[in-house]
């Protein structure tokens, strides 16, 4: 269904032939924009680097471009907060939310 308030009738009927009838209302809302770097954090001691997205996300990093699935999976998938082991390259980092909504980002730790 397309974005937009609907009301659908409905009518039950059983075995008996008794009939029950009744409208649903909702609406729906569709999520077409792409995740938003929320922080980005470098812990030197750990060798950790870590980023936080405003909304649940899987995310990916390289040091070279990549396609969505074939980059290195960062910690914690279908979460806000992701991690991935410090390098001393730029980091690409894709992240894809649940409707396949997809960011990407220059990290430059």
Do not use: W
């Not at 996300?57 to 979460?79: H, P, R, V, W």
Request: proline residues 2%; contains cysteine; charged residues 25%.
């Amino acid at each position: 269904l397309q974005e937009d308030n609907y009301r659908f009738f409905v009518t039950c009927v059983d075995k008996a032939g008794n009939e029950a009838k009744d409208a649903i209302e909702f609406s729906v809302e569709a999520d077409d924009e792409a995740p938003i770097l929320f922080s980005v954090f470098k812990d030197e001691q750990l060798g950790i680097l870590s980023i936080t997205t405003n909304e649940i996300t899987t995310c990916e990093y390289s040091d070279q471009e990549f396609n969505f699935g074939s980059g290195i999976l960062m910690t914690n998938a279908n979460a806000l907060k992701h991690e991935a082991n410090l390098g001393n390259f730029m980091y690409i980092v894709k992240c894809r939310d649940e409707f396949n909504n997809e960011a990407r980002f220059n990290i430059f730790p």
